[in-house]
């Protein structure tokens, strides 16, 4: 669970969020960090070296939820990605994708991995990056995940003071 279950998306809080993210510290160096809502423990952010990600938004659960009811809520979860991504690019340019399915293996087979990395697949965020950048000397990165059939889907977004780039095979 997130510190954003139960809220409705609405595009324009998400974008004010990740300005808020953007105009954020972030640490230089440090062990990455997990932050919880102080009254129920809920995650609000995870902070490490050069990046800081934070929930936007976090579907209902879906537990005991099948076929089209989950296609829906699916559908709708995607449509929020959607339109924060249209919202982002007509404010910073074209985004360009960097996929999760590298990092994603080299987690199943304990390999090293980046910080920023490390955190996103130990949090469960899985799904491909929208990634802008450099935005004030920054860069800022937005995916949708849900870590398995049940779970609910949450929205994170990101920033890093380094690239956000693609891992390679041979990186």
Known sequence: MTARAGETFRTVRAVCD?????AGPVPAEGPTADEGEPDTGEWCATEG???RIVPLWE???LVGVYEREWEEAEEAASGHLADLVGELD????AHRAAGMRVPIFRDLTGEALPPLYRALCDRGCLGDLAVWGPV???WVAVSLNQ???DAPMTLVAMVAD???????DGE
């Open 147 to 149: 870590c398995d059939g």
């Open 136 to 138: 004030d000397g920054r």
């Open 90 to 93: 007509r404010r910073w340019g």
């Open 162 to 168: 380094r690239p956000i780039a693609e891992l390679d």
């Open 49 to 51: 070296e050069g990046f």
């Open 18 to 22: 990740i300005e808020a993210l953007l």
């Open 59 to 61: 579907s209902d659960g």
